[in-house]
């Protein structure tokens, strides 16, 4: 694009992308436009009463079922009709939009590959271009990718992954497309021009528009996303309900509202997913604001013990009773290259990992990485069919389940790691890369959100380490000091530090570390 593009409501800033034009299309930007004017008000409503509960949570209130809700969760209701596309899911892939990423996720042999817009992409503006591009491509049979390096050619097999995307969360603006000079939500740009260009070609292929949507912590937040579809489905002259949406239970208040989401999103929602990494960061941002909350080093927290097993039960459990698929967590573990035995001792933790989740009624999983699929497959083939709707675990757990610390040690190694890996992930954020492959995992956003979250509480409420000293000011600037030191090779790190350091010492907890981040992108 040369010119900017005006249509009087709407300016979306020039990009550079080939086929850019194809995808900021003065159509697919109305849609844009309509969405901000109807919704954005109520958007911005939305995040505002996040903090007012926010407030009740510091003045000793804790998240609890709701009084003026019973009635949906006590009725008998269950959700709209899942496509024959999504009735298998046992092993689901993500990833950011670039080709290369998107064709080897496709061909991977998951049954699912969400294209990630959200935590494992840097809203770089030629980037998220280039991702909508990249995805509207594929939906008219030209994506292919050729590695300038290698000159290795990838193209898209015979038999794909069903195509699931996920735009960024209602907190994030996009500020390279205004309206009277406001930015519009990231959530709404990605959701439109995505959706704009691709629903009637997937729905011709037998497939459909699909969505994950991530961080929702409320029915009424569901609602507006139910009213989104509403309205895009009416725009596209679609049938109600033909979007179809699996929300991620990534935050711990969504986590005592999951009757009401899928209530709310019935005539869209086909399921709900243990976003277990932005859940154990929300546990932390909305309860770890007291002393009494610190939590153990971040690899003692695991999904078989606490508040994170019994989250996953409760999904299930609610899912099953609503005719939902109830979609286990990540595993981040990539292939340990050049020392098989790590690389055993990795894949024997993701086969147990996956294993839990075939147990306890999960229809299926996500992996992070192509190599894991094969385990993953494996795990899961123990159903006796495409999902397992018709179990119910025994016991459902309830809210004091649901907030149950886990045990485990504060150790120096595990602030070392929370340093090095949020800081390096911070930079290659900063640098445009969203997904990064650290010490044998693959973290992105919300795992950096975990260790900026942990350091800040152990800092500000001097949690005492296993070998007795006190996490203070003092250790942790040492601490800090010697890990970013060691990366002094590392592109942007200084930027990354500086930010990341103000996080953990500002006496206020900063909601999301992406929305300082993002003013610092080019």
């Known amino acids: 694009m040369n010119d900017v593009l005006d249509l009087h409501r709407v300016i979306a800033e020039p990009s550079n992308v080939r086929g850019a034009d194809d995808v900021l ?11 901000h004017e109807r919704f954005d008000g109520r958007r911005l409503a939305l995040l505002d009463r996040r903090l007012d509960r926010q407030e009740r949570f510091d003045a000793g209130d804790l998240p609890d079922f709701r009084a003026d809700t019973a009635h949906i969760r006590d009725a008998e209701w269950t959700v709209g009709a899942v496509p024959r596309d999504l009735q298998d899911r046992r092993v689901e892939i993500t990833g950011p939009t670039n080709a290369k990423m998107v064709i080897n996720a496709l061909n991977s042999g998951a049954r699912v590959f969400m294209a990630d817009f959200e935590d494992a992409t840097s809203p770089m503006w030629d980037e998220l271009v280039q991702g909508q591009v990249n995805l509207r491509n594929y939906w008219h049979g030209r994506l292919d990718f050729t590695d300038p390096a290698s000159g290795k050619h990838y193209a898209v097999g015979d038999d794909p992954a069903v195509l699931l995307v996920r735009p960024r969360g209602l907190h994030l603006p996009e500020d390279h497309v205004t309206i009277d000079g406001q930015p519009v939500a990231g959530a709404f740009f990605d959701f439109a021009i995505y959706v704009w260009h691709i629903a009637r070609r997937a729905l011709t292929a037998g497939s459909g528009p699909y969505f994950y949507i991530p961080k929702l912590e409320s029915m009424e937040e569901a609602a507006l996303w139910s009213d989104i579809f509403a309205l895009t489905e009416n725009r596209l002259r679609l049938e109600r309900g033909t979007i179809k949406a699996t929300v991620l239970i990534e935050t711990l208040p969504a986590a005592f509202e999951m009757d009401e989401i899928l209530y709310a999103l019935k005539e869209n929602i ?25 939590t153990p080093d971040r690899s ?5 013990k606490a508040f994170l097993a019994a989250y996953s039960l409760r999904l299930i459990a609610t899912c099953h009773r609503r005719g939902a698929h109830a979609m286990g967590g990540m595993a981040a573990f990539i292939p340990v290259k050049g020392d098989e035995a790590a690389n055993q001792a990795a894949l024997d933790k993701v086969r ?3 294993q839990r989740e075939v147990r306890n009624g999960h229809d ?3 992996v992070a990485h192509p190599a894991l ?11 006796d069919g495409p999902n397992q709707l018709d179990v119910i675990p025994d016991a459902v757990p309830g809210q004091a389940d649901m907030l ?7 150790t120096e190694d595990g602030a070392r790691e929370d340093i090095r890996v949020a800081v390096q992930y911070l930079a290659a954020w900063i640098g445009g890369r969203g997904a990064v492959p650290l010490y044998n995992l693959m973290e992105d956003a919300a795992t950096a959100e975990i260790s900026r979250a942990q350091l800040w509480q152990w800092l500000h409420f001097g949690a005492t380490l296993d070998d007795g000293r006190t996490f ?36 206020d907890f900063v909601e999301f570390l992406t929305l300082p981040a993002y003013e610092r992108l080019g």
């Open 472 to 507: 203070d000011r003092a250790l942790f600037d040492r601490l800090f000091e010697e890990e970013v030191g060691a990366l002094a090779e590392v592109d942007d790190i200084d930027e990354a530090a500086e930010l990341f350091r103000d996080m953990v010492v500002d006496p």
């Open 352 to 354: 147990a990992d996956k």
């Open 270 to 294: 086909v399921g709900l997913n243990c976003g277990r990494w932005d859940y154990i960061f929300s546990y932390i941002k909305r309860l770890g604001r007291t002393p009494d909350r610190l």
């Open 404 to 410: 149950q610390m886990h045990d485990g040690p504060r």
């Open 373 to 383: 699929v094969p385990v993953a497959l494996e795990a899961f083939a123990a159903m």
């Open 25 to 35: 299309t003065p159509d697919a930007l109305d849609l844009v436009a309509e969405l």
């Open 364 to 366: 299926g999983t996500w």
């Open 300 to 304: 003692a927290m695991t999904m078989d």
